[in-house]
């Protein structure tokens, strides 16, 4: 199963960027896909923003975070980013990221980000704080 891991989160200004990691050790994530969910606290409802395919590297990403937010492979396999400029404080939350594979990860769409949220291996997550 593979392990990722996150980092790159922080405390930033509203107006400013971040960029965060996803990163895995001893698995190639170029054929996983990819997405980026977030939680403003425990027990509230995370949010899927934003997945990449396992097959073409298309890209979907939810209707908060477009236009701001860019998900990308790095060219090792061995990560992938979240830029996100034009932060907001509503982006306060902690960012995770998940992997699957399988057929049902070759198209990026909002269905490819419920299948990895229900099926997909986990990290522990990044904290993003953006002060107003």
């Known amino acids: 199963q593979v392990q990722l891991v996150e980092s790159g989160g922080g405390v930033v200004q509203s107006g400013g960027s971040l960029r965060l990691s996803c990163a895995a050790s001893?698995?190639?994530?170029?054929?996983?896909?990819i997405g980026w969910f977030r939680q403003t606290a425990p027990g509230k409802e995370r949010e899927g923003i934003a997945?990449?395919?396992?097959?073409?590297?298309?890209?979907y990403y939810a209707a908060s975070v477009k236009g701001r937010f860019i998900i990308s492979r790095g060219g090792s396999g061995h990560a992938v980013y979240l830029q996100m400029i034009h932060l907001k404080p509503e982006d306060t939350a902690l960012y995770s990221c998940?992997?699957?594979?399988?057929?049902?990860?070759?198209?990026?769409?909002?269905?490819?980000?419920?299948?990895?949220?229900?099926?997909?291996?986990w990290g522990r997550g990044t904290q993003v704080t953006v002060s107003s």
């Open positions: 001893g698995f190639n994530l170029d054929n996983y896909a």
């Open positions: 998940a992997a699957a594979r399988g057929p049902q990860t070759s198209v990026a769409t909002s269905a490819l980000l419920y299948y990895l949220s229900d099926h997909g291996s």
């Open positions: 997945c990449i395919s396992s097959f073409d590297d298309s890209t």
